[in-house]
C-alpha cells in the first residue's frame, strides 16, 4: 500500500509538471484494473513472477516510458502581444526572416506546416529565422494548440498571437493583408528585403523563395 501511495504521489508531479494526460489515466489504472490483468499482463510480456503490489509498479513503469516521457520534449508556447509582433517585424539582424502566420483550424496551414519544419531544420545556422506565428484562441493553447504540434512533432519557432482583434495589427505585416491565412513574411531589414506571400506554398516554392531572398 505504502509503495501504491508513493507510485500515485509521483505521477501526480509528474502529470502536474509534464502536462502529461497519460500519468492521469495510469494514476486510475493504479486503483481501478484488477490485479489480475495487471499480473497476466505482465506476466504474459516477460514472464516474471512477483508480488501484486511489484507487478503493478512495474506495469505502471512500463507505460509511463511508453506513452508520457514524450511529454519531456513537448514544444514550449511563446505568447505574443502587438508589441512583441513590433519587435521581429523591425529586427535589425542581418538574417532572412521567414514568419508564417497559421492556425490549427485552417486546413491549408496544417498542410504546409511540415514544410517550414523540415525546412527549419535545413537552414539551421544558415541565416535564416523561422517564426512560426499561430492565431488560434488563446484558450486553446493547452488542448488544441501543444497537443497538435507534440503530435506533429513541431521543433520549429511557434508563438501565439494573444491579441484577437487582427484588424488592429495585420497591416503591420503587409498593408494589403485582409487577414487569411496562411500568410507568410520574408524580410531582412539589414539588406531592405521584404517579400509578403498571401497564400499556401508548397516546399518547392517555400524553398525557392528562400533561396531567392538569401542573399
Not at 43 to 61: D, L
Not at 69 to 96: H, N
Not at 129 to 149: A, T
Not at 160 to 184: C, F, H, L, R
Request: aromatic share 12%.
Amino acid at each position: 500500500m505504502k509503495t501504491k501511495l508513493l507510485i500515485t504521489l509521483l505521477l501526480l508531479m509528474a502529470a502536474c509538471q509534464l502536462n502529461c494526460r497519460l500519468a492521469y489515466f495510469i494514476i486510475a489504472l493504479q486503483f481501478f484494473v484488477p490485479d489480475e490483468i495487471v499480473n497476466n499482463s505482465s506476466r504474459r510480456m516477460f514472464i516474471v513472477e512477483n508480488h501484486s503490489c511489484s507487478m503493478r509498479t512495474f506495469f505502471v513503469i512500463i507505460l509511463l516510458l511508453a506513452g508520457g516521457i514524450s511529454s519531456l520534449t513537448a514544444q514550449e508556447i511563446t505568447r505574443i502581444g502587438v508589441a512583441e509582433l513590433d519587435e521581429i517585424l523591425v529586427s535589425p539582424t542581418d538574417e532572412l526572416h521567414v514568419v508564417n502566420f497559421w492556425a490549427t483550424w485552417c486546413p491549408p496551414c496544417v498542410t504546409e506546416l511540415p514544410y517550414f519544419e523540415k525546412l527549419s531544420k535545413e537552414y539551421e545556422g544558415k541565416g535564416v529565422k523561422f517564426i512560426l506565428i499561430s492565431l488560434d484562441f488563446p484558450s486553446q493553447i493547452e488542448n488544441r494548440l501543444i497537443p497538435f504540434l507534440d503530435t506533429n512533432k513541431i521543433t520549429a519557432d511557434v508563438r501565439v498571437m494573444t491579441n484577437i482583434d487582427y484588424n488592429s495589427w495585420i497591416e503591420k505585416v503587409d498593408a494589403n493583408w485582409q487577414g487569411n491565412i496562411p500568410v507568410t513574411l520574408f524580410f531582412n531589414n539589414a539588406k531592405e528585403i521584404r517579400y509578403f506571400h498571401p497564400e499556401e506554398l508548397e516546399e518547392d516554392k517555400l524553398r525557392e523563395l528562400i533561396i531567392k531572398y538569401l542573399q
